[in-house]
Structure formats: C-alpha cells, structure tokens
C-alpha cells in the first residue's frame, strides 16, 4: 500500500514538459497507490472554474481516470488556484479538503495543508492572502467577465513575481514557531505541506516528542513525489522526459 503526496505542479500552457511528467506520473504510478494527495498549486492560476483553458478539461478528466481506476484524488487549495470549486472537483471527481486537515497516514496522526498560513513573517503576503480569501471578494471577482478575469490574473501573477524577487527566503519560508504551534494545536507529530519549494524531511521536537515535518518539492525542473508506506516516507524525483506523452490518461 502506497500513499502519494504532491503539490506546486503550477500547470500551465507553457510548460507542456511540466504536464507531460504529471500525466505520465497519473498513468504509471499513481495507478497504483491507495489514494493520491494534491497539496496545493496543481494550476500556475486560477480564475474559475468556468475558465475555457483546455488544458484544465484535459486535467480533469486525467483525475475522473484515476478515480475510475479506484484511486481517490484529494485537494486542498494553494495560494495560486484557491477559487478552485466544486464545478471543476466534480468533473475531476476529486474530494476538497478544508486547508487543514488531520489524516491517519499509516497508523500516524499527520496533518496535511499547502502551507503559505506557516510564512507569518512574511506579513505582507498574508495581509494579501486575508483579502484574497474574503468570501464577498471572490464572489465580485467571480461575476466579473472571463475575460477581464484572464487580464486581472496575468496583472496579479506579474506583480507578485516582481515583489517576490525583493523578498529574502527566510521571510518566505515557514516559521518554526508557527510549525510547532500548529502540531501542538492539533496535537500530531508529523506534518506534510508545500508552498516554500524546499523539499525536505525535518525532525525536530514538539514539547517532549520528536516531530516530522515534510516539505514536499516543486515541478519546475523536474517531477517532485512524497510516497509514503508503512515503512516511512520518502521524497523522489521524476525526470522530466522528452518521451512522456501529451496525452492524458
């Protein structure tokens, strides 16, 4: 039995290597696992589920495979495709999770979050996170053109990438405080997240526990996986391959 974690695919139109390995990844192994876990950032952005993008279909009816195959997909949102709703979980056949949740991996309380509410120094992003969050916000956002959506998420992805450039990685990154706070306030000793592209396995303590929290890695250069069995964890990478096909499963 094998469980699978993944995040940070940032898919888009662009990049079809970076869609390729995923699609090959759906069809050669994840077929296999007990269930897979989508952490966050699938989509590079999102403007809702009535977007016309044809890759987002393809996406969609490469999970409805898997789903068929007997695998249940779950997802919970990243920063980048937040608005992601039920309309586009249906048609994928996927589960939303709420952005903190508790699973039992193995016999192990472990909790699973894309994990951009751990980067508490960065204020600035959370200030923007808090709004892009408020329900009435994306309702606006939402009844607006597609078109003018289109345009408004290019502007955003724009800016965000020009303020990040000025930011150092420490305030991007998590917070330790922040990490054990929310172990304890959940009461586990393990934790899976994203966002901070830092694949790595940390052990550290929790009060008097040792603690494990894993961070899964991004799929910018290369396929990035978390496979987890009764016998632990491990973080591998996937080649991005000129062999692997378009096609979806």
């Known amino acids: 039995m094998t469980v699978l974690f993944i995040s940070d695919l940032h898919l888009r139109p662009n990049h079809p290597e970076i869609t390729a390995c995923f699609y090959h990844f759906l069809r050669k192994e994840a077929t296999k696992s007990t269930a897979l876990y989508v952490l966050g950032d699938l989509f590079e952005v999102w403007i809702g589920d009535d977007d016309d993008e044809p890759l987002h279909n393809e996406v969609a009816a490469a999970f409805n495979t898997l789903k068929d195959e007997g695998v249940p997909v779950y997802f919970i949102h990243g920063n980048r495709d937040l608005m992601l709703g ?26 699973i979050m894309h994990g ?24 606006i956002f939402l009844s607006l053109p597609l078109f003018l959506r289109k345009k408004i998420g290019r502007k955003i992805r724009r800016e965000s990438m020009q303020v990040n450039t000025h930011k150092s990685g420490n305030i991007m990154d998590v917070d330790l405080k922040e990490v054990v706070r929310m172990m304890k ?3 586990v000793t ?14 550290f303590t929790v009060g008097t526990k040792v603690a ?3 961070v899964l890695g991004d799929w910018y250069t290369q396929g990035s996986i978390l496979s987890c069995t009764k016998d632990g964890c491990s973080l591998e990478v996937r080649t991005f391959s000129p062999t692997q096909s378009l096609q979806s499963p």
């Open 86 to 111: 039920k309309r586009f979980a249906k048609a994928s056949g996927m589960t939303l999770l709420p952005e903190v949740k508790i699973i039992d991996l193995f016999g192990q309380p472990t909790l």
């Open 116 to 139: 951009d509410t751990l980067c508490v120094q960065d204020v600035g992003y959370q200030r923007y996170r808090k709004k892009v969050h408020n329900r009435f916000l994306q309702y």
């Open 185 to 187: 306030a959940n009461k």
């Open 190 to 203: 393990q934790l899976i997240h994203g966002h901070t592209h830092r694949p790595n396995i940390h052990t």
């Open 212 to 214: 494990q929290r894993i």
